[in-house]
């Protein structure tokens, strides 16, 4: 995360009530990035209950349980029982089903924080997505704390990666879409990838998530309350200060972590 995203992730995390979803594709990291929030904000003096499938990370403190739909474990079930056992936190590995969105909204509505996942393009597509799953607009303002979501890049090898100065309609591009300060461009770092024994000829070793994190306002409250425009939401987003996806990734760029490459085939320019 940016300083700014940790911060308000690490705050919305710490609320006594409400929703936060994190979106993106299968394998993108969701999980694990959720279940480092929860290893984060753990007490011993809360109840910390997740429902996954299956459970990926064993967490000390924390009662984990596996649904298993052939005897009725089901997301919706599973928290279903949680709720008559007092727990304080709630991870719910994804919302799948009308059933399951239902169960985590009352449970937020209630005086429980849950957790959970999405299959959405973007962080904000969240909301269209819940509202068809039958969320009331007005509930959902009320509850929803954040949305976040992740994608994972490549990140350069350090054997290998040589020095790269961007074309200037490249560096145009990545100044504009990343809200960066033209001034600031003596201490950036551009690199491209080679290739060596070691990443294989690859030009890249291991990788790092990128992230957009969307902790609401009163304005995007407004706005899903009244209109559900996910061109308005988008908006008053980038009004907050938030970065989205492409532009933390040009954060990754500059300080030679990754190539400009790798951001332009992960992210689009509106998300």
């Not at 994190?22 to 394998?27: H, V, Y």
């Not at 279903?80 to 009308?98: A, K």
């Not at 500059?254 to 400009?260: D, N």
């Amino acid at each position: 995360f940016e300083p700014e995203q940790k911060k308000a992730f690490l705050e919305a995390a710490n609320l006594p009530h409400g929703l936060i979803f994190l979106t993106g594709p299968t394998g993108s990291g969701k999980s694990t990035t959720l279940n480092a929030v929860l290893t984060t904000i753990r007490t011993p003096e809360l109840n910390f209950m997740t429902l996954e499938d299956p459970v990926e990370y064993k967490l000390a403190g924390i009662s984990q349980v596996q649904v298993k739909p052939a005897i009725g474990l089901t997301f919706a079930a599973g928290l279903r029982s949680f709720l008559r056992q007092d727990p304080d936190v709630i991870l719910v590995g994804e919302v799948r089903d009308n059933e399951t969105a239902e169960a985590c909204l009352k449970a937020a509505l209630t005086g429980h924080l849950v957790l959970s996942t999405l299959h959405t393009n973007e962080a904000l597509g969240a909301v269209p997505r819940l509202i068809d799953m039958g969320m009331e607009p007005f509930l959902l303002a009320s509850s929803l704390a954040l949305v976040a979501a992740q994608r994972l890049v490549r990140i350069l090898c350090p054997y290998c990666k040589v020095p790269h100065i961007p074309d200037p309609a490249t560096l145009a591009r990545i100044i504009q879409e990343g809200h960066l300060n033209p001034r600031d461009q003596n201490s950036w770092t551009f690199f491209k990838s080679v290739g060596c024994p070691k990443c294989f000829g690859t030009g890249f070793m291991g990788r790092r998530a990128i992230y957009e994190v969307y902790r609401m306002t009163e304005e995007m409250r407004n706005i899903i309350y009244k209109t559900q425009d996910l061109v308005e939401l988008k908006r008053a987003a980038v009004r907050s200060g938030a970065l989205n996806l492409r532009a933390n990734g040009w954060h990754k760029v500059i300080r030679g972590q990754t190539t400009v490459d790798e951001i332009l085939s992960i992210t689009t320019a509106d998300e």
